[in-house]
């Protein structure tokens, strides 16, 4: 099991910035994504960054690619990856969601999700 607690969400003005923090806990050792989604209303899932930790394979969906970044803090005894968002825009208005993915089998864990606004 893998215990995900999400952080940072909040109002801000268009053009700033945000940073998300999920921290995991449990079972985690042998986690091969972990991801952000994020769900605005009336419309699906979808991720907005991955990172695989087997070669540090990173991708962002084309709406966020060169404003947010997605990082892992790899100090002993943390599991806390980040989701920077620099840049907001209206449009990035939804609900953030942490996910760790695990392979063989398939299997994922969610964190609660954290509310992010951005007013123009």
């Known amino acids: 099991q893998v215990q995900l607690v999400e952080s940072g969400g909040g109002l801000v003005q268009a053009g700033g910035s945000l940073r998300l923090s999920c921290a995991a806990s449990?079972?985690?050792?042998?986690?091969?994504?972990v991801r952000w989604f994020r769900q605005a209303p009336e419309n699906a899932r979808e991720v907005v960054a991955r990172?695989?930790?087997?070669?540090?394979?990173?991708?962002?969906a084309d709406s966020v690619k060169g404003r947010f970044t997605i990082s892992r803090d790899n100090a002993k005894n943390t599991n806390t990856v980040y989701l920077q968002m620099n840049n907001l825009k209206p449009e990035d208005t939804a609900v953030y969601y942490c996910?760790?993915?695990?392979?063989?089998?398939?299997?994922?864990?969610w964190g609660q999700g954290t509310q992010v606004t951005v007013v123009s």
């Open positions: 996910n760790y993915h695990f392979i063989g089998p398939d299997r994922d864990y």
């Open positions: 449990g079972r985690t050792f042998s986690t091969y994504a």
């Open positions: 990172m695989r930790l087997a070669g540090n394979d990173i991708y962002y």
